[in-house]
């Protein structure tokens, strides 16, 4: 074997990996997790087989209760709530709409779409009941997924992935962005006592399959500039 030879062997295997490990592998994954988290539990929750679970972290959240962490727990659950989830994609659209091309904005603008449709169907087709926090709050729709975890990590995901692959933002600050906001979401939920458990690991597995196909779709478009782009560079 040549020295020429011996020099290109890691080249070749960097390339052969590079093109193994490509974005849609990254999508591909991701989806297989999330449906396949979202399976395990959407079965033992139909079994009813979460309930000592879920009321052990349920009886946990309500012994560290403190009025400060409370209100704390209310905005960011207000936050990161379907409504405000929807002005956060219909803003990032319009945003992309503008800069970087129609495609992309409509990749944000499904996101949540897309979310809140699978998370209401869901719901219904399990019809489970809330805790008792959810009662004294007067909240009367199903419990599992949690929509509002489910929303958040749809679009947060989705957004910060989007913001990674046209380099606006690193990919660090997309992982930490993109996983923290949905987290604390979820944990609100928990803490004010509206959602089991097992309900906010569901509406995230949601979010993210949503977020994964929102990847693809992105993948799959055209990127092309918007038209003003585009004249701007043509003079």
């Known amino acids: 074997m040549t020295l020429a ?29 999330a449906i396949g988290v979202f399976a395990d539990v959407g079965e033992d929750v139909a079994e009813h087989s979460t309930t000592a679970f879920d009321n052990a972290a349920r009886a946990w959240f309500i012994s560290h209760r403190n009025p400060v962490v409370y209100k704390i727990a209310e905005v960011i659950t207000w936050v990161g709530s379907p409504l405000v989830m929807v002005i956060v994609a219909i803003g990032a659209g319009a945003w992309f709409y503008r800069r970087r091309g129609r495609s992309k ?7 949540p779409a897309i979310g809140s449709l699978i998370s209401t169907s869901v719901k219904y087709l399990y ?16 419990s599992f997924p949690s929509g509002h975890a489910a929303t958040s990590a749809a679009v947060m995901v989705t957004l910060c992935y989007v913001l990674a692959r046209e380099n606006i933002i690193s990919w660090t600050t997309a992982i930490i962005l993109g996983g923290t906001v949905p987290l604390l979401v979820g944990l609100s939920r928990l803490y004010l006592d509206v959602h089991w458990t097992t309900d906010v690991v569901g509406g995230w597995t949601v979010g993210l399959f949503v977020a994964a196909m ?9 990127r092309s500039a918007p038209p003003a782009v585009r004249a701007d560079s043509a003079s």
Request: glycine fraction near 4%; avoid cysteine; charged fraction near 20%.
């Open 5 to 33: 030879t011996e020099a290109s062997t890691p080249t070749r295997k960097r390339d052969w990996f590079r093109k193994l490990f490509t974005f849609w592998t990254l999508i591909a994954l991701v989806s297989a997790l």
């Open 127 to 142: 019809a489970r009941a809330r805790p008792a926090g959810a009662t004294l709050l007067k909240m009367t729709t199903y």
């Open 214 to 222: 929102s990847a693809a779709l992105y993948e799959y478009l055209p």
């Open 105 to 111: 904005a409509g990749v944000m603008i499904a996101a």
